[in-house]
Nanobody
Framework: QVQLVESGGGVVQAGGSLRLSCAAS????????LDWYRQAPGNQRELVAS???????NYPASVRGRFTISRDNAKNTVFLQMNGLKPEDTAVYYC?????????WGQGTQVTVSS
């Protein structure tokens, strides 16, 4: 079946940068949309970046200007570049993709931003 595997999480100081990767078991262009979500303890899962099939992207105000979603079709990978990280960005980050009208999820990768 479809599998998504995140990597690249870790501990970084406030103001630092981190690049997350999500490797897909299928061609990345097979997905109708690709997303990054995050969930901090006690919080709801929050959508932080979307990439649509036509190339359009979307970001909430909380990360706009700091986070960038992109893809590499040859590597079947979607990325989340995170700059200017803040302690409130600390969460488990998940990638998600819609394939054949079904939503698939990765296992998550922990991002911790120290103050």
């Amino acid at each position: 079946q479809v599998q998504l595997v995140e990597s690249g999480g870790g501990v970084v100081q406030a103001g630092g940068s981190l690049r997350l990767s999500c490797a897909a078991s299928r061609n990345i262009f097979s997905f109708n949309r690709l997303d990054w979500y995050r969930q901090a303890p006690g919080n709801q899962r929050e959508l932080v970046a979307s990439l649509f099939s036509g190339g359009r992207t979307n970001y909430p105000a909380s990360v706009r200007g700091r986070f960038t979603i992109s893809r590499d079709n040859a590597k079947n990978t979607v990325f989340l570049q995170m700059n200017g990280l803040k302690p409130e960005d600390t969460a488990v980050y998940y990638c998600s993709g819609v394939y054949l009208d079904k939503n698939y999820w990765g296992q998550g990768t922990q991002v911790t931003v120290s103050s």
